[in-house]
């Protein structure tokens, strides 16, 4: 999986997670592995780092929480993921390979 993308899930994981309870680094880290992500720690406290410049969490000692505004961008995550799950995880049909040239 690019690298791009798996940024964005792990960041959606982590808004999940926070909307739930608020986040410890080695916490967020072992969930991310059981998901079958490879990350380092440091990958982990970037990726926090990211969502609290941006307003989706707030850090207080060596945890994270949810703000008001992470809240809402997680419920337009949702929506948005609902809609896409419905058109990409319906069966493909194949394609007809065209042999005429």
Do not use: C, W
Request: net charge neutral; no cysteine; aromatic share 6%.
């Amino acid at each position: 999986m690019r690298a791009d993308i798996q940024n964005l899930f792990i960041g959606i994981h982590m808004l999940y997670h926070a909307h739930e309870r608020d986040l410890k680094i080695s916490e967020m880290q072992a969930e991310l592995e059981r998901h079958g992500y490879k990350v380092a720690d440091r990958e982990v406290k970037q990726e926090l780092e990211r969502l609290t410049e941006e307003n989706f969490l707030t850090s207080h000692g060596d945890g994270y929480s949810i703000t008001g505004a992470g809240i809402e961008e997680f419920k337009e995550i949702q929506k948005k993921l609902k809609a896409l799950s419905k058109e990409v995880l319906k069966p493909v049909p194949r394609r007809k390979v065209d042999t005429s040239a």
